[in-house]
């Protein structure tokens, strides 16, 4: 057994995007996603692991994972895991927004609370490399209170010691969703031409997919930084 993967956010665009190219990844033996509920996709790779994200932290990953076991075939993933002979990464595509949820309250607890509970929890389950979806703009101490939710969230995740904490900063997403989002399909026409004659990396608009493809390659490079920050110009060439 190589390596595992958990997963958190695979509902969203590059969340997809990273199950559906981690799975190809020869790398990762086994991806574990974690949600609400089941995706209705199935694969010999993938282990979907489903409750309420609120109480992430209380979860009994062994229980879990013995619940939906058939004939004991997760046993050497179990055993892996508490003896800490594999090698984990943690992706995070998790994030809302205020519209979809409902108050800036509940989207503080989705974009930071439930981004650091997770955090947490991998990290005591031996994860060594923690990669996470964030935004460009992200600020602390920005008055646009979606940046600074952000912003918080990166501060707050670089006190857990990782091996290596990426944060991906991209530009506006583009991609199929499963909403449909008037401001931002106005914004994706608006700057469409960027993205056609390849204009203004930093700010251009980014695919789905080349945001996930530079997290699964950068959690497999030898690293002599503790925390990266990769911003989406740096993105744009996957």
Same mark, same amino acid.
């Given at each position: 057994m190589k390596k595992i993967a958990f997963l958190a956010g695979t509902s969203g665009l590059v969340g997809m995007q990273l199950l559906h190219q981690i799975i190809k990844d020869s790398a990762y033996?086994? $991806?574990?996603?974690?949600?609400r509920r089941k995706l209705a996709l199935k694969h010999d790779k993938l282990i979907q692991v489903v409750g309420d994200i609120a109480s992430l932290k209380t979860w009994d990953l062994e229980e879990k994972l013995r619940a939906e076991d058939i004939g004991g075939l997760m046993y050497p993933i179990v055993e892996a895991i508490q003896e800490k002979t594999i090698e984990i990464h943690a992706f995070c595509a998790l994030g809302t927004t205020i519209k979809a949820a409902g108050s800036q309250q509940k989207?503080? =607890?989705?974009?930071?609370? %439930? $981004? @650091?509970?997770?955090? !947490? #929890?991998? *990290?005591?389950?031996?994860? /060594?490399?923690? @990669?996470?979806? /964030? /935004? !460009?703009g992200a600020d602390p101490q920005s008055s646009v209170f979606y940046n600074k939710v952000k912003g918080e969230t990166e501060e707050d995740l670089k006190v857990i010691p990782f091996d290596y904490l990426g944060i %991906?900063?991209?530009?506006? @997403?583009?991609?199929?969703?499963?909403?449909?989002?008037?401001? =931002? =399909?106005?914004?994706? $026409?608006?700057? *469409?031409p960027l993205? #056609?004659? *390849? !204009?203004? *990396?930093? $700010?251009?608009?980014?695919?789905?997919?080349?945001v996930a493809k530079a997290m699964i390659y950068h959690a497999s490079q030898e690293k002599s930084v503790k925390v990266e920050v990769i911003l989406s110009k740096d993105m744009q060439r996957f």
């Open positions: 033996d086994y $991806i574990i996603s974690i949600g989207f503080y =607890e989705v974009d930071h609370d %439930f $981004i @650091l509970n997770y955090a !947490l #929890w991998t *990290k005591n389950l031996g994860v /060594s490399r923690f @990669l996470v979806v /964030s /935004s !460009l %991906f900063r991209p530009s506006l @997403l583009l991609g199929n969703r499963s909403q449909f989002r008037f401001g =931002e =399909e106005v914004a994706k $026409i608006l700057m *469409k993205v #056609w004659f *390849k !204009l203004a *990396k930093s $700010i251009r608009p980014i695919h789905d997919f080349q």
